[in-house]
């Protein structure tokens, strides 16, 4: 299920497609976010809407080159569920720059706090940041990349409809979401074999 260049419209198909692409995938992303708080969001990725990402891309920098196609593909695929893992953007958002430097300052680490779990069954913490180290000892990033490996037993319970929770345990930044939105949890279904 990764994105190859037989996948994507030209930029000319792209162009014209844009207005209702767009749309659905708007809509197809609202039960793909999780907010955590007003501060945190986890936004969970899939092949839909990393082509969408691929294509905007592809547009802003008027890439139409099989090579610029396909390192930006190389970009985005690792982003795509495999099947047995949900795949997370995770968002620190504060709008005010000075409380967004003193927060990031103070959450070192929270990339590894952030879990999600499967009816009662043990949270699981992600393996964040594969691409490259998003955190210093001084401050974390305000994105991190994520990625969440259930077990067969998970993605059964997932698969019966079990509920599905998230949230984060850090010493500075502890919330959960329990459970998800039915609506949420029925989406990230579709990420399992």
Do not use: C
């Not at 967004?100 to 952030?114: F, H, N, Q, S, Y």
């Not at 393996?127 to 990033?141: H, Q, W």
């Amino acid at each position: 299920n990764k994105l190859k260049r037989e996948d994507l419209m030209s930029l000319e198909e792209y162009d014209q497609a844009r207005p209702e692409f767009r749309q659905k995938v708007m809509a197809h992303k609202k039960n793909r976010l999780v907010r955590l708080n007003e501060n945190a969001a986890l936004y969970f990725e899939d092949q839909l809407t990393m082509q969408y990402q691929v294509q905007e891309m592809l547009r802003i920098e008027k890439i139409f080159d099989a090579q610029g196609i396909q390192e930006e593909l190389d970009t985005y695929n690792p982003l795509i569920p495999d099947g047995s893992n949900w795949k997370v953007t995770f968002m620190l958002e504060y709008p005010d720059v000075e409380e967004r430097k003193k927060m990031l300052a103070r959450l070192t680490g929270i990339e590894d706090k952030v879990w999600v779990r499967v009816d009662d069954l043990e949270k699981i913490y992600p393996i964040a940041n594969e691409d490259l180290e998003r955190t210093t000892e001084e401050k974390t990033s305000s994105v991190h990349f994520m990625r969440f490996e259930l077990t067969d037993e998970m993605i059964v319970a997932a698969k019966q409809g079990a509920s599905v929770s998230m949230g984060i345990d850090h010493d500075e930044f502890t919330v959960e979401v329990s459970p998800v939105a039915v609506e949420t949890a029925a989406s990230l279904v579709n990420d399992l074999r």
